[in-house]
């Protein structure tokens, strides 16, 4: 299967020049990127499948052995999280199509789009630390192109801020970058863990803060996360909804797999759980303050990802699986709940909460779609939020982590409590006007998300075996370096 | 050398860092830029050894030259930041364009909350 991981990334590259060769020829482009990402989507799949049964596959770029050349690396905690990710990107092109020429959503949207994609597959796919910044700018660039396509005052203002913290991040993981390679010597990460594990302690908790750091500014880690709900609401909402399913999960996907390859510990990190807890409690609070849709749901984004860290927080292959599981639950609602925001946007020429109401008379269908979503996301049962909280919350009271356990249940409530908000303000109350309305397609593609995260939830028995899988290689790191590194 | 390097290293970003808190977008941008720099010159650092250029051919002994992992790394970097850079410059031309002024505004909130508290006091 080797020879599928650099098509993955290639392939959308390859389809980003095709379009841009097409032009403004709409049908032929819309066809190409529409076979390319739901191809990538079925190659991830195959992949998954694959490495569950078969183990981790890796691919030499240039056939330079490793670790001369660059690796591409997929074990089942990338593919997992790869699978999930391109079949949020189908979703949302297919949604965006729906949307073309009306939210601005123009032919340069797909090229965009497929270099998005190639980002997103090469970060999670890659097995070089300098090649991850490669994948990071790529995804990046793409992102910043993709929030200010309607370059109104609005727009360029959020995404200034977004372009400068990300430039500095970007600078500091270079910096982490030379650091790292000057006390090692070496870029790939599986003999990157070789090789730390023999350097001075203090050095490698320097580097570990450095990635933690570095990588909490993609994923809106607590205190690094004020950029986030600043930029991510102005866009439109195809955009949105793939920025706020993806983008900070692969930060997260990049911590969870630079803590535990490159420093393997056993006992729970205080400081990473006092960081989820601040991330979490942070968000929520954020988000109760905030009178517009798409911006509570943004800061519900930085909430979310607290939960994550907890469960990389706990170190156990259990706290792994939780929050592999959470990932997984996560990237999906989180897609569909913006979606839904954008068909309330669509409705209403808005999403202010001031401006919306009744939705539920008018568009029932709408309504159902968004309450099993929003009580998923806060972890009601029988939903895949929950599989993923209870996942988590076990965890941390079999090891004794009571006050962390404590907080997440607390943000759940208040969750809770800022989607009653929405749902009182957009759903029930007095019919307001609404201009628009949305179209079927977009509906229906939002009711595909929904059933992909109810599906989480039924199928949470063999789920919850994979990630406990995938955490047991996470958790054993010489998995890894075996798979790229061979017998030595 | 290395210690000259180093010192223009930090130079960099001490420098890069006071721009980046000015209000002007356009110095924000020529920090960001020397914060790039410092940082490239940072990898070169971290080079495991000097010497010939690291090209191979007949006669050269592969002991003898540099490290050229450093100096393909920082390529990549200086090719990606010269980028962003780029659509940075065009996203302030941009902003100049519909504000009239290079400043950077306020943050909405906080404004927001500057306001409140006026009001309430």
Known sequence: ?488 | MSLVTLLLVSILFGAGTFLLLQRSLAKIIIGLGLISHGANLFIMLSSTRSGAPPVLSDGVDPASVADPLPQAMVLTAIVITFGVTAFLLALALRSYLLTGSDEVEDDLEDRRIAQHAVEHS
């Not at chain 1, 970060?123 to 309607?150: A, I, K, P, Q, W």
């Not at chain 1, 911006?295 to 929050?323: D, E, K, P």
Request: charged residues 10%; proline residues 4%; neutral net charge.
């Open chain 1, 1 to 488: 299967m080797s020879w599928l991981l650099p098509i993955l990334v290639s392939a959308p590259l390859v389809g980003a020049a095709l379009t841009l060769v097409l032009g403004r020829r709409l049908v032929p482009q819309r066809i190409a990127t529409l076979t390319i990402v739901s191809g990538t989507a079925t190659g991830s799949l195959a992949l998954l499948l694959h490495v569950d049964d078969q183990g981790p596959v890796t691919a030499q770029m240039g056939g330079w052995p490793a670790p001369l050349g660059i690796t591409l690396i997929a074990d089942r905690f990338s593919a997992i999280v790869l699978t999930v990710s391109t079949l949020m990107l189908l979703a949302v092109l297919v949604y965006a199509m729906a949307q073309l020429g009306r939210d601005a959503v123009d032919w340069w949207f797909h090229t965009k789009y497929l270099t998005l994609t190639a980002g997103v597959t090469l970060s999670l796919l890659t097995g070089d630390l300098f090649n991850l910044f490669v994948g990071f700018e790529v995804m990046l660039v793409s992102s910043y192109v993709l929030l200010t396509v309607r370059s109104t005052e609005r727009e360029i203002r959020s995404t200034m801020s977004y372009v400068v913290i990300n430039l500095l991040a970007s600078a500091l993981f270079l910096v982490t970058i030379a650091f790292t390679y000057g006390i090692s010597g070496t870029m790939n990460l599986a003999d990157l863990a070789v090789r730390l594990s023999e350097v001075d302690p203090a050095a490698r908790d320097t580097l570990s803060m450095l990635m933690i750091v570095v990588f909490g500014i993609k994923a809106a880690l607590f205190p690094l996360f004020m950029w986030l709900p600043d930029s991510y609401p102005t866009a439109p909402t195809p955009v949105t909804a793939i920025f706020a399913g993806l983008l900070t999960k692969v930060g997260v996907f990049v911590i969870i797999r630079t803590q535990t390859l490159l420093f393997p510990s056993d006992e729970p990190s205080t400081l990473l759980l006092f960081v989820a807890g601040a991330t979490m409690t942070v968000g929520v609070l954020g988000a109760i303050a905030q009178n517009d849709v798409k911006r509570i749901l943004s800061f519900h984004i930085v909430s979310q990802i607290g939960y994550m860290i907890m469960g990389l927080g706990l170190l156990s292959v259990a706290g792994l699986a939780a929050a592999v599981l959470y990932i997984t639950h996560h990237i999906i609602v989180k897609t569909g709940l913006f979606l839904v925001a954008g068909v309330v946007e669509a409705e209403y020429g808005g999403g202010g909460l001031d401006r919306t109401g009744g939705l539920l008379h008018r568009r029932p269908v709408v309504a159902a779609l968004f309450l099993p979503l929003a009580l998923s996301l806060a972890g009601i049962p029988p939903f895949s939020g929950f599989v993923a909280k209870l996942a988590l919350v076990q965890e941390g009271l079999a090891l004794g982590q009571g006050a962390i356990v404590a907080v997440s249940l607390a943000v759940s409530v208040l969750t809770l409590f800022s989607m009653t908000k929405i749902w009182g303000a957009t759903f029930w109350g007095e019919e307001k006007e609404s201009s628009g309305s949305a179209g079927r397609l977009e509906i229906a593609t939002t009711g595909v998300v929904l059933a992909l995260s109810l599906a989480v939830a039924v199928s949470a028995g063999p789920l919850s075996e994979l990630s406990l899988r995938a955490a047991a290689d996470l958790k054993d790191p010489a998995v890894y370096v075996a798979a790229v590194l061979g017998g030595r």
